[in-house]
């Protein structure tokens, strides 16, 4: 099932991603197979690639984590899945916050946006 809206978590260790409505979410963790911890890599391919599975159906997504993994993963789904990258509307820092941080943050995040946005019309 994909939602309009996604948040992506990610460190070079592992990524959760959450796809979500007003009353419905859904969330999947990737862990990267990449014995390199600190920096991008030909091995992050893989781990990147599931993260873009995982944000499937996604409109607009909100990127957060504590170092260079989310810019990373920004401009991975820029090249490679250019649907994803052009609905990418925000990279942000997040240390380690819990999961309920992430989501009540990507859903005040969003109510925020869409209320800043005029609806188009049909």
């Not at 994909?2 to 999947?28: G, M």
């Not at 649907?83 to 941080?101: F, K, R, T, W, Y």
């Amino acid at each position: 099932m994909s939602h309009y809206h996604a948040v992506v978590w990610i460190d070079h260790h592992r990524a959760t991603v959450w796809q979500f409505s007003p009353n419905a979410q859904e969330h999947t963790a990737v862990r990267s197979h990449s014995r390199h911890a600190r920096h991008a890599t030909q091995d992050d391919r893989p781990f990147f690639e599931e993260v873009a599975g995982a944000l499937a159906g996604a409109h607009e997504i909100l990127i957060l984590g504590p170092a260079q993994a989310k810019h990373a993963l920004s401009a991975y789904l820029h090249e490679r899945h250019p649907a994803l990258g052009a609905g990418i509307i925000a990279v942000e820092n997040a240390d380690h916050p819990s999961d309920g941080q992430i989501l009540d943050y990507a859903r005040r995040h969003f109510r925020a946006l869409d209320r800043m946005v005029p609806p188009t019309p049909r």
